[in-house]
């Protein structure tokens, strides 16, 4: 078998592999919506009536989001506990996903995050400007 049958081969059973991947979106309901996924769609400036499509920008884009939050979640338990006085609150073990972990994670993907600051991000914030020591 020379190299050119080997590649047509391959190419072949990659053909074949994409036809029935895209045939098993029709039965796939992702989580994302196929209305919200055509909308931001046609925002961009893209139009397609295949709904394989759609939903395959769909599959992308839960699986973009997935690995975001894993990674948000691996920069929060990276993230050093508050030392914590009472026993009660010592058992509850709850993380809290921030802005930071969630900005660390999708800087990793190439999206920079700004956020504004928020009241709890800094106690001078919504003091008299008068009275700030910034």
Request: charged share 30%; proline share 6%; with cysteine.
């Amino acid at each position: 078998m020379n190299h050119g049958q080997h590649s047509g081969e391959a190419k072949h059973e990659d053909d074949a592999a994409l036809t029935e991947f895209l045939a098993s979106l029709m039965d796939y309901t992702p989580t994302i919506p196929d209305d919200l996924v055509e909308h931001y769609l046609a925002k961009s400036g893209f139009q397609c009536p295949d709904v394989r499509l759609i939903r395959l920008v769909a599959v992308a884009t839960q699986k973009f989001v997935a690995d975001v939050a894993s990674d948000a979640l691996q920069h929060c338990k990276a993230r050093p506990a508050p030392v914590v006085k009472d026993k009660k609150q010592q058992k509850d073990k709850r993380l809290v996903l921030t802005m930071e972990d969630l900005s660390k994670a999708l800087r990793e993907y190439g999206v920079n995050v700004k956020h504004p600051e928020y009241f709890a991000d800094s106690p001078s914030t919504g003091m008299d400007p008068a009275t700030r020591d910034e």
